[in-house]
């Protein structure tokens, strides 16, 4: 299947940093990709969808400016956590398509905001 | 009002035996696809079925195989002959709009179940 690779998996940074995470698309061209956040013991919960070129679509409830993506090109996107707090921290990780039924997954990234 | 239910929060199974997975959904979309993936503690997610809503036959992979119920919009995943490797958590997700063309359209996930192993 086709590769997602995710970076880094897992960062620890100060309160009131920011940290910025990258999902690349290793041999395809991914002109959606999709960002979630997982809490402990939870399910996967959509964050944004982003497409190439354009601007990202949050879901309802999450904050545009503190989570921003960044699709610049068909092989990669990026979400910067802004001014990260301690609530903050979580596990994110991100798909992508390749224009068939699958959505393939990247590593994840384990986020802890000391 | 969830998409998608999982209502099994935790199971355990013996080894070598079969376990069966609850998930039902709701959608008012004749067109959607039906995924399962495995969440080992690693936290990847591994893709390991996939059922489209106007697919005639159950969909099998290996030991994996899914039992689509439309009527009664249930999409059971079945384990045979469970190995101590297939502890983890199991997610059941659901995509409307089954064409190629549905590809940009997000998964909605399950609450999850997680799945031990017993030797």
């Known amino acids: 299947g086709a590769v997602v690779s995710q970076h880094p998996s897992w960062v620890i940074c100060k309160s009131g940093t920011s940290v910025k995470i990258e999902c690349r698309s290793l041999?395809?061209?991914?002109?959606?990709m999709f960002w979630y956040r997982q809490f402990p013991k939870q399910s996967l919960m959509l964050m944004a969808t982003?497409?190439?070129?354009?601007?990202?679509?949050?879901e309802q409830g999450v904050e545009k400016d503190k989570f921003l993506i960044n699709h610049a090109s068909l092989t990669l996107s990026t979400l910067t956590v802004t001014s990260a707090h301690p609530e903050d921290s979580s596990f994110y990780i991100c798909?992508?398509?390749?224009?068939?039924?699958?959505?393939?997954f990247g590593q994840g990234t384990r986020l802890t905001v000391v | 009002a969830q998409k998608i239910t999982q209502t099994q929060p935790g199971m355990f199974v013996q080894e070598k035996e079969a376990v069966t997975l609850d998930c039902t959904y709701d959608?008012?979309?004749?067109?959607?696809?039906l995924f399962w993936y495995k969440q080992p503690s690693s936290g990847e997610m591994i893709f390991l079925i996939y059922?489209?809503?106007?697919?005639?036959q159950n969909a099998t992979e290996g030991r994996y195989s899914l039992n689509f119920q439309k009527a009664r919009k249930s999409a059971n995943l079945v384990i045979s002959a469970s190995q101590l490797g297939d502890s983890a958590m199991y997610f059941c997700?659901?995509?409307?709009?089954?064409?190629?063309?549905?590809?940009?359209?997000?998964?909605?996930f399950g609450g999850g179940t997680r799945v031990l192993v017993k030797p």
């Open positions: 959608t008012s979309d004749p067109s959607y696809g």
């Open positions: 059922q489209g809503s106007y697919d005639q």
């Open positions: 982003s497409n190439e070129g354009s601007k990202a679509t949050y």
């Open positions: 798909s992508a398509t390749d224009g068939g039924t699958e959505a393939f």
């Open positions: 041999d395809f061209q991914a002109t959606t």
């Open positions: 997700a659901m995509r409307e709009g089954a064409s190629v063309k549905a590809a940009g359209n997000k998964l909605t």
